[in-house]
């Protein structure tokens, strides 16, 4: 319909006849009546199935199989979207959507968030008085298109500012055994990673920040994860060596999450390695792009950390046996050139041995002759003094009839000037001693 030609919808609400009649009276509506001429109007203005793209929010699911959601002009997260429209996906209508899907491959997932592209009828809604769309099909391929579209223009401006490898540049700690887990507590990802960090009986040091991994508050949730892990770093509240960002499988809208940009941002700028382990193995996010390493599955993630663990413990224990068989060779060469020296020492010192003891026996020789000689030459100097002794023995003057005169003291008159009158005198003779007197007439004075 041309911009140009009159809105059926007006010429329906607002006929030319609308206004006072010939007596000036003003026509009234009832609520009733005005709200059957909308329906009619809209019915009129939109006659068929029309396609309506936008963006899904306030998606509820109600028990009796019914969906009922807004689709609003698409808008950043938290903003106020700019046009809104009421759209209800009934029961009969939801088997037929959800088989388009399932033939789509079951990629996307109708959630918060989520742009897309229906096929509806817009109808007036009497009861509550709101016009909405009558949804009955979708277009999967308009879905995956847009994100695509800001998939590729995300990982442009990323790879444009150096941001696909800042995080990959973050130094990997050796044993990194205080981790930050970032994921939906309760979950399957949620369990798997701490069961496997668990089995592997290290001592981890977890930390787990509980964060929403879809819908429209998972973004905020998840850089505001990021922001806290930086700031414990960083104020030294919180050592931390890793972070896993994990998820369970889900449809490609359901990860979504992880293609944001202010996510890959989040993942780039953190201060210490990202090991994400996001949905299954067919499934890449751009936070998969931008960590430090990528896994299949957050199962995958755990493993990778524990892997490095224990690696660092094998290097260490290969290190240790290195030392081990260094330390055995150092000690068997120490004892083999030991052993050479105690056969050289111990040929040289019996070489010594020998040399000596040829010595000692010479000395001993040469020592023992000069002992004979020695005591031939004493024993002939004795002979000759003991002849000599025997010569001035006094018995033998005795028996050629000598005497010995002493006085009491025992020592030998030699001369009568040593005599007093009245001394006593022993003399002796070869066969016995007699004793005298000195007599006073024969003193030497009177001799004289």
Known sequence: MSSREPDPAARVLFPDDTGPDESGRDDTYSVAELSKRIARAAAEAFPGDLWVSGQIRNLKRSNNG???????????????????????????????????LRRAGGSIRMDDGVEI????????????GSLQLRMSAIDPAFTLGRLKADRDRVLATLSAQGLIEANKARPLAPVPLRVALITSTGTAAHADVTAELSASGLA????????????????????SAFGQVNQ????????????????GGGASTDLAVFDDEAVARAVAGCAV??????????????ADEVAHSSHKTPTAAAGAVIDRVRQFLIRLDQAGEAVRRAALATTGEAERRLHLRTVRVGGAVERTLRSHDTRLTERTTRIHRAAERSLAAADRDLQGRAARARAHDPALALARGWTITTGEDGRAVKSVAQLTAGDRLFTRFADGTVASTVDPASSPEEQQ
């Open 204 to 223: 981890f040091d977890l930390w787990v920040l509980d964060v929403r991994t879809q819908g429209l508050e998972a973004v905020a949730q998840i850089v």
């Open 117 to 128: 592209r229906i096929q509806a009828r817009l109808r007036w809604y009497e009861p509550r």
């Open 273 to 286: 390695p990202v090991f994400c382990g996001i949905g299954h193995e067919i499934d890449r996010s751009i």
């Open 66 to 100: 019914h969906v009922y959601f807004d689709l609003v002009e698409p808008c950043e997260m938290g903003a106020v979207p700019t046009s809104i429209i009421a759209v209800t996906l009934l029961a009969p209508e939801r088997v037929s959507v959800n088989n388009q």
């Open 232 to 247: 414990a770093i960083s104020q030294r509240q919180r050592e931390v060596d890793v972070v896993l960002l994990v998820r």
